[in-house]
């Protein structure tokens, strides 16, 4: 007896699905990418997170500028890690810990401790990496024009990844940030 084999004509019929060895090329392939592309990418998040800091700290002095012309009045702006008083908590002019917005007193100073209901703005701090530090513990001060009292700088940078920028603040009033340790244009 002979037997005799059929075998179904696949003309027109469409496989669907993936081979295994096309599946762990394609795995393969996406960790090695994913390897390659990690550092760039966290070294940008950290980029970011300074830029993020450093802009939330010329808000903050921009803001203190306009209330001092809009109130006629000098406000104060400096470093505060218990948002109460400069200076408490870290160093003096160790800005990472965050800082405080006040009017000045009625003698027209700006105290190292404001009164609670002088106080305009607080903010948190930025974090144990960042490094924030302004040429000296004194408050910053904006005059009822708008001017700053004395041009000042504060250093920003992160120690994991190794990148300094400045914080300009001009005797006019301008607030900017510069790369790299100076304000020199």
């Known amino acids: 007896m002979i037997m005799s084999w059929c075998v179904p ?7 669907k699905g993936f081979t295994l060895l096309e599946v762990l090329v394609t795995i393969a392939v996406a960790a090695i990418l994913v390897a390659v592309a990690m550092p760039s990418y966290h070294r940008m998040v950290e980029r970011n997170s300074l830029t993020a800091g450093l802009n939330d700290l010329v808000a903050t002095l921009n803001y203190a500028r306009s209330q001092a012309v809009s109130r006629g009045t000098t406000i104060c702006v400096c470093s505060s890690g218990s948002q109460t008083a400069c200076g408490s908590g870290r ?31 607080v903010h948190a701090g930025l974090g144990p990496d960042f490094l924030l530090r302004g040429d000296n513990g004194t408050p910053l001060s904006f005059n009822s ?4 009292m004395v041009g000042r700088t504060i250093q920003g ?6 990148i300094t920028r400045v914080v300009c603040i001009a005797a006019t009033g301008r607030v900017r940030i510069a790369d790299g340790k100076s304000c020199s244009e």
């Not at 024009?145 to 700053?148: N, V």
């Open 9 to 15: 004509d696949t003309e027109g019929v469409v496989t």
């Open 91 to 121: 160093a003096a002019g160790d800005w990472r810990s965050g800082w405080i917005v006040y009017r000045q007193d009625s003698d027209g100073s700006c105290p190292a401790t404001p009164v609670d209901d002088r106080i305009i703005r």
């Open 145 to 148: 024009s708008g001017f700053a």
């Open 157 to 162: 940078g992160r120690s994991d990844i190794g």
